[in-house]
């Protein structure tokens, strides 16, 4: 059942995208979808995706991968406390809540550069990622994560290209005015499904 409804997902995502294009209308009308199977609580189980060992702040599993286009579904499983620096993807993201709430904050780079080395950004807006909404990136829109209060968030991240291979992406040090080539992060895991 659960496969069913991530492969219709991914079904309508790629005939949207493969329609329209990627555009923020496009990617809106997939967050759209995206925030439909996150809806779907009892799929995103702790009994499939369990959450991080007591030491860790994230576990992150691959839920499908679509070997045509490239086009891959995450969960994540991050604990109060988990920090993501500013970073972009370097292609598009959706990203929707199951439970819990992730703060984003989105920025914009005003220093005119577009790789490694100096940088400035500016803060656009901030948003808190809860059920029933999300976000949607450009692949150069930058973005940083924050979890905040008690309780452990699960939420559905859906990209363009599997994070495995976004080689390109980078990490912006605000306080130090820079951008450096990000890391991979935590590994990926395979559910228990």
Known sequence: MAQNKVDAFMALATETIGRDGVSRSSLDKVLAELLSLAGQRETWSASVYPDPEPDERQARYLVHADDKTGYTLYLNVMRPGK????????????????????????????????????????LIREVDIAPGNGVALMPNDIHSVEIRGASLIRHLHFYGRALESLSERLTFDIEAGTASVMGIGVKTRASKA
Do not use: F, M, Q
Request: charged fraction near 20%; charge should be negative; hydrophobic fraction near 30%.
């Open 83 to 122: 920090l993501i620096p500013p970073h972009n993807h370097t292609t598009w993201a959706c990203i929707a809540a199951v439970e819990g709430s992730e703060h984003n904050k989105l920025y914009e780079r005003v220093d005119g550069g577009t790789g490694a080395g100096s940088a400035r950004l500016n």
